[in-house]
């Protein structure tokens, strides 16, 4: 079975510009999470989709951030636009349809904003 | 106070030797525990659920107290390959996990 898929693996860009993130989770898992882990904190949540409707977005830092999930299969996550303070490693996860279900992480996107 | 508190270590430890990590908790309605163990500039991979009644799995032992709002986690017998960061996380009851922020482990020769 394919894992948690995210593209992609790094991205380095200018304060200001655009940048797109792809999350593919396990097939037929239904829940979607988006986390974040900011260098020398701890891995924070930013998100949580089931299916293709937003679940609970409470993690999200402000409305520079825009999360998809269109069909509920792949995810997306736009940040537009970055700011230095968006650099980090931004990690998907997916779980099945029950809750408590074990989360099962992507190997992120390393974002870097100069 | 944070919601779930690691020592971040780092805890260098001789090969074969035993080792463990306590992680608290500050939400006493919290409905389930994992370990997670992440290598170096990869993804967090699922090592245990953490059960009330304790679980075993080869060399690694975790346990629940929720009395004390703490799981614990150890392993005997540590290998170089076990030399890796040990993340806590607990879910809420809101789907979501919380992270500690990781405790080091260096598994000396």
């Known amino acids: 079975e394919a894992g948690v898929t995210q593209f992609p693996s790094h991205s380095v860009i200018e304060k200001g510009q655009t940048v797109t993130l792809r999350c593919d989770p396990i097939?037929?898992?239904?829940?979607l999470y988006w986390y974040r882990r900011v260098m020398g904190k701890e891995i924070k949540f930013l998100l949580h989709?089931?299916?293709?409707?937003?679940?609970?977005e409470s993690g999200m830092p402000n409305n520079r951030f825009l999360a998809e999930r269109t069909g509920g299969t792949y995810s997306t996550l736009k940040v537009q636009p970055a700011e230095l303070e968006d650099s980090g490693v931004y990690f998907c996860?997916?779980?099945?349809?029950?809750?408590?279900?074990?989360?099962?992480f992507g190997p992120g996107t390393r974002l870097l904003v100069l | 106070r944070k919601e779930v508190e690691q020592d971040p270590g780092p805890f260098n430890v001789p090969e074969g030797a035993t080792v463990a990590f306590n992680c608290t908790y500050s939400?006493?309605?919290?409905?389930?525990f994992f370990w997670y163990r992440q290598d170096c500039r990869k993804e967090p991979k699922l090592l245990m659920s953490v059960y009330s009644s304790g679980n075993e799995d080869g060399r690694f032992t975790a346990q629940l107290n929720r009395a004390s709002q703490y799981i614990s986690l150890l392993i005997r017998d540590s290998k170089l390959s076990d030399s890796a960061t040990y993340l806590c996380?607990?879910?809420?009851?809101?789907?979501?996990?919380?992270f500690g922020t990781g405790t080091r482990l260096t598994i000396i020769p």
């Open positions: 996860a997916s779980s099945h349809h029950l809750a408590g279900e074990t989360q099962y």
């Open positions: 097939s037929g898992h239904d829940n």
């Open positions: 939400n006493s309605a919290s409905q389930s």
């Open positions: 996380a607990v879910n809420f009851g809101n789907e979501k996990l919380t």
């Open positions: 989709f089931v299916k293709e409707s937003k679940q609970d």
